[in-house]
């Protein structure tokens, strides 16, 4: 089910836009509605915000003692001149599920570090998620690093993480998982991925590397990761994953989830989108396309893709082709969502809603949080790079925060 372009604009210039979407067929006849809403706007013309996601700190928790989950974003801002150039986190805070704001606060913690003469490393591409065995929200990542603040041939990158304070709302310094000192782990990345945390606490980690320091096609694992509150320690990693046929950059900016007892991961390519199954989150069967339940192959491409799910239902959230966007920058706007059929393991066409609209500029850096049992928010940014032609004025982009909240007709006991 595609919304059109005009409708949407026009619910963009009235926000909140609330939308009703069925899912077709589905057991128990999960539904849901959708609460679009914007956390922040504006820009300066030189830096932008970028990388907007969410982590939720439960209600009588350590640090939260009220009725309600309190919401923090981390986001960052990006040199729109540059590529890839960033500043340290920030974040925005919100105790009353998106009805205000607090922020952006700028955390010493979280900004870039000297690592030698005029060598600087930033925190970025960072999701932090709740972690329930050890009551901390934990955000992980990736460094990008600089010299004279410019990338360079033979950089390294680093999978990073950084803990909450919810008392004192601040976040720790950010640390590197210390992995084997092995060549590939030289340039390796936890950037955008969706982590899943098994009941023992123990965390399983997707991040992308390089088989070799000069070898630029990334493949991917997943890290199993030991977390005790403050430290996340690497124990082992599972199947190395690659492309038999060469595509750019590789496999890329993994995510997983687990659905029914099931893990699913879903990988970004230059060319499209693929994912794959495993029962133990470690092992896993061969790499798939993603497509539709037509036969279609999904369009998605160069781009991450995010899981949400539900007990009663999986979802994907991506961006792709063909949706009149072909004025948009790797057509990475609208967001869309759909429901994932686990066993055939494709994407129902039916099923396909925006749940962001495009604005003539990319928000496909976003991530998911579960915020309720009844609420699950998309959080997606305006980036406001390579403006598309006529402008941003044109479509409306203003460096937007969005919160596109999914409001479950069924409890989701995941």
């Given at each position: ?11 963009v210039a009235s926000l909140p836009l609330t939308q009703t979407a069925l899912t077709a067929n589905t057991p128990a006849m999960l539904r849901y509605d959708l609460d679009l809403s914007v956390v922040r706007e504006g820009w300066d013309g030189k830096k932008c915000y ?303 809603q925006v749940i962001v609209p495009e604005t003539g500029t990319r928000m496909g850096n976003f991530g998911v949080v579960d915020v309720s049992p009844l609420q ?39």
């Open positions: 089910m595609f919304t059109s372009r005009r409708t949407l604009l026009a619910g970028v990388h907007s996601r969410a982590g939720v700190i439960p209600p009588f928790t350590s640090g939260n003692q009220s009725h309600f989950p309190v919401v923090v974003i981390t986001t960052q801002k990006h040199f729109v001149r540059g590529n890839d150039i960033f500043d340290g986190l920030e974040d925005f805070r919100s105790p009353d599920l998106g009805r205000s704001w607090q922020g952006p606060v700028a955390h010493a913690g979280l900004q870039r570090r000297r690592m030698g003469p005029g060598v600087e490393a930033a925190p970025c591409d960072f999701t932090p998620q709740w972690h329930a065995a050890t009551g901390r929200l934990l955000g992980t990542g990736k460094t990008f690093w600089y010299k004279n603040n410019q990338q360079y041939a033979a950089s390294p990158s680093d999978p990073i993480y950084a803990v909450y304070d919810a008392r004192r709302r601040t976040w720790s310094a950010w640390e590197r998982i210390k992995l084997p000192a092995l060549p590939k782990f030289k340039n390796c990345s936890a950037g955008c991925a969706q982590r899943c945390d098994l009941p023992s606490g123990e965390v399983l980690l997707p991040v992308y590397f390089r088989p070799q320091p000069a070898n630029t096609d990334h493949r991917v694992t997943v890290l199993r990761c030991g977390f005790d509150g403050q430290t996340l320690r690497y124990l082992e990693h599972g199947d190395e994953l690659e492309l038999k046929q060469k595509q750019g950059d590789g496999l890329s900016e993994p995510s997983l989830t687990r659905f029914r007892g099931r893990f699913y991961l879903t990988l970004r390519t230059v060319a499209r989108a693929y994912m794959t199954t495993s029962l133990d989150g470690l092992r896993y069967e061969p790499l798939r396309p993603w497509r539709f339940d037509d036969g279609q192959e999904l369009g998605s491409y160069n781009t991450q893709q995010h899981w949400v799910t539900h007990s009663d239902g999986l979802f994907l959230a991506y961006t792709r082709r063909g949706v009149n966007n072909d004025h948009v920058f790797r057509h990475r706007a609208p967001l869309l969502m759909a429901r994932v059929d686990p066993q055939r393991l494709v994407v129902l066409r039916n099923t396909e699950t928010w998309v959080i997606t940014t305006e980036w406001m790079q390579q403006p598309p032609p006529g402008g941003f004025a044109k479509y409306g982009s203003n460096n937007r925060i969005f919160s596109a909240k999914i409001r479950w007709n069924r409890v989701n006991r995941s």
